[in-house]
Each structure stands twice: as structure tokens, then as C-alpha cells.
């Protein structure tokens, strides 16, 4: 049984790159979620989608950052231009779209910029 | 903001069972309480979740407080494995994670 499925698992790129990180969800499921991992600041939701639809991008730091779900199975997250603030392990969630479901994680990608 | 409080960290000794604290005073009348861990560089991982009732699964059991202010995590036997940063949480669609307790098993 596949989990959720994220790549790269590691990115390490200059600042001023195009950085795209990429998700697919569990199959099945119909909420995906974005969070971003940083020793100052912890575990931080960055958007949610609800079929293909994003819900809730309140997270989602400045216009830098942008996030996309063309359908169900894919996913990614966009950041243009990269600065070295943003490095971090960036990780995706997926569930079956109620709020008592658990949230089933990927293995995160860890990015640094230079 | 769906606050929770948990201490920054314990300790326990391996195969005996660990008590994890979590207030979470200002927790809505509909929302579950959820607890995810997250072992070391590898992304968070689901435990247990309840609403009123004590919840037992296969990972934990989780005690929750008649007046849902608080709760318990209770890993019934620790083992080395169960080295992990601890995350108790309340909310709908939107999970606010913590800083979790810091749980270091000693063997």
C-alpha cells in the first residue's frame, strides 16, 4: 500500500532558483495538505486543498510561494524566486477529507537553498 | 488558535508505560484530539484520536478528561523505538502542531 509519495527528497539550489516540490497522495484520499518543518518556527500548515480546491492558503508566507493541484493524484508546491530563509523540510499529508481522519505524511523534502 | 500545552519533555524507562500530558482548555465542543509523532527525519506520524471516550488502538490508548480539557497519551510498555517528539492537537481540517513533548526512552 503506497504511502503519500513526495519528491524530491532532497534539493539543494541558490537562492534565486525556481524550486518546485511535488506530492501524490494516497490514492483514494481527498485532502491534501502542505506544511513546512523549521527548527525556529516547528511544524507549519502552509495549504490545504479538498478536491483539488485549495481551502484554506492563510499559511502560505508570501507571494513567492505558490501551490497547485491539477487532480487528485498530484500536487506541487512552487517557490520563485527561492530565498535562503526558506530552507526547510517541506512535507505533504494526505487524508479521506473529514477532520476525524488521520493525516498520513510523506517522508518530506529536504530543502536548502545557498 | 487551537492551543495545546504539553510539556517540553520526559523521560522513561524501556518497557514501562509513559503517561503524556496535554491541556487543551479552549478545545470546541465538536473537535477530536488528535496525537501524531514524529521520529527522527522522518516526517509526523499518526497515534490515536478521540472525542469523549477513552480510545485504545494497537500504537496507544488516549484518555480523555470528562470535561475535554485535557488528555492522556499512555504508551502501555515503552520501547526504544518510541524515541519521539510527541504532538497533541485539537482542531477540524486544520491541525496546529505544537512543540510537542520530547520523549527520551532510557534503556
Known amino acids: 500500500d503506497a504511502g503519500v509519495i513526495q519528491s524530491p527528497r532532497h534539493e539543494v539550489t541558490e537562492m534565486g532558483q525556481e524550486v518546485t516540490l511535488r506530492c501524490k497522495p494516497i490514492s483514494g484520499h481527498n485532502s491534501l495538505f502542505w506544511y513546512r518543518q523549521t527548527m525556529m518556527r516547528g511544524l507549519e500548515l502552509l495549504i490545504y486543498?479538498?478536491?483539488?480546491?485549495?481551502?484554506?492558503d492563510s499559511g502560505m508566507p508570501e507571494d513567492r510561494f505558490s501551490a497547485k493541484m491539477p487532480n487528485a493524484s498530484f500536487s506541487t508546491l512552487k517557490i520563485q524566486p527561492s530565498e535562503p530563509r526558506d530552507s526547510a523540510v517541506y512535507f505533504c499529508?494526505?487524508?479521506?477529507?473529514?477532520?476525524?481522519?488521520?493525516?498520513?505524511f510523506g517522508d518530506g523534502t529536504r530543502l536548502s537553498i545557498l | 488558535d487551537a492551543k495545546t500545552t504539553q510539556p517540553n519533555s520526559m523521560e522513561s524507562n524501556e518497557e514501562e508505560p509513559v503517561h503524556l500530558p496535554c491541556n487543551h482548555s479552549t478545545i470546541s465542543g465538536t473537535d477530536y484530539i488528535h496525537w501524531y509523532r514524529q521520529l527522527p527525519s522522518q516526517g509526523p506520524e499518526y497515534v490515536i484520536h478521540?472525542?469523549?471516550s477513552n480510545v485504545n488502538n494497537r500504537m496507544a490508548s488516549l484518555a480523555i478528561a470528562e470535561d475535554r480539557k485535557s488528555s492522556t497519551l499512555i504508551l502501555h510498555r515503552a520501547t526504544l523505538r518510541d524515541a519521539a517528539v510527541y504532538y497533541c492537537m485539537w482542531g477540524g481540517d486544520k491541525l496546529t502542531f505544537g512543540t510537542g513533548t520530547r520523549l527520551t526512552i532510557i534503556p
Open positions: 478521540g472525542l469523549t
Open positions: 486543498f479538498n478536491n483539488n480546491v485549495p481551502i484554506d
Open positions: 499529508a494526505s487524508n479521506g477529507g473529514t477532520s476525524n481522519q488521520p493525516q498520513h
